[in-house]
């Protein structure tokens, strides 16, 4: 379970990009924070993993208090899918979804490329679930398509079973039939894996598509909460209008 009270973050510069959210996650939900750029998403899902530290309010992530004693043990238990994917292009795809275990494997087998057979089963099996066929897991991930890269970096993040999976804007760079699959393949894994996801977008229907509930934000507050059946044109509009409008 993922619990924001009150939570509130003024950056350096006095931006209010999160003014007073409260919001509770239960486990395995599929959470659409939705809204336009600057809404506030990526500062909401960043702290989740500490990489964004509240200026005020209470975290609580797997229902332990996020502070400086409990950080490093959340965060692994938070893996992170990126928008443009954050793969290591002249790697393998193999070696990138590997290096999802990195945090938990010696340094030498690293180097080595020497990991342990159990995690390479895993990978494999990973690949094989995104879609990626036996010549593309050894193949340079520079050599795939978007949404192929897109499906190494959800294969990446869910190597080690982590609970939470927080996904920033992962489809922003695709085409929509792209988007789709990647969403559909994001979706099944996590329900393979019981993991709670926390998925920002700014598409609507993408929106609809995929969450099971969809968090409106919009300059830095929730200002929509419901199922996807709930969020009627005029809900989702509200979310886009102008200010004044
Ligand atoms: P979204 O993910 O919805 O696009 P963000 O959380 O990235 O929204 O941004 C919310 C607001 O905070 C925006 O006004 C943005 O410009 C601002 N912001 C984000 N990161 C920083 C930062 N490091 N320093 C100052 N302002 C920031």
């Keep these: 379970m993922i619990e924001f009270r009150d939570i509130h973050k003024r950056y350096a510069d006095g931006t209010r990009a999160v003014d007073g959210v409260s919001l509770s996650i239960p486990e395995s939900q599929f ?8 809404a506030g998403k990526s500062t909401l ?45 002249r790697l393998s795809v193999e ?8 945090a938990t494997v ?3 087998r690293i180097f080595a490329g020497a990991y342990p057979a159990e995690l390479r089963r895993r990978a494999a099996l990973l690949a094989e679930e995104m879609g990626l066929s036996e010549v593309q897991f050894h193949r340079r991930c520079a050599d795939l ?14 190597l080690l079973q982590p609970p939470v999976v927080l996904a920033d804007e992962p489809v922003a760079s695709l085409d929509p039939a792209t988007s789709n699959g990647v969403l ?14 926390v998925c920002s ?18 300059d830095g507050r929730v ?19 102008r200010a004044g409008s």
């Design 145 to 158: 398509s978007g949404g192929q890269q897109q499906r190494v970096g959800i294969a990446r993040a869910f």
């Design 45 to 89: 899902l960043k702290m989740i993993n500490g990489m964004v530290e509240p200026t005020s309010g209470e975290l609580l992530v797997t229902s332990e208090a996020l502070n400086g004693k409990t950080r490093s043990r959340i965060q692994r238990r938070v893996a992170m899918i990126h928008q443009h994917f954050n793969l290591v292009a």
């Design 223 to 241: 200002v929509f909460d419901g199922s996807p059946e709930a969020l009627d044109t005029t809900a989702s509009e509200a979310l886009y209008a």
């Design 201 to 218: 977008l700014h598409q609507v229907d993408l929106a609809r598509a995929f969450a099971d509930r969809i968090v409106g934000m919009r």
């Design 184 to 197: 559909k393949a994001l979706r099944h894994t996590a329900r393979e894996n019981g993991a709670t996801v």
């Design 106 to 108: 010696p340094a030498w």
């Design 31 to 38: 959470c659409v924070l939705l809204g336009s750029s600057g």
């Design 95 to 102: 070696t990138n979804i590997l290096s999802g275990a990195i």
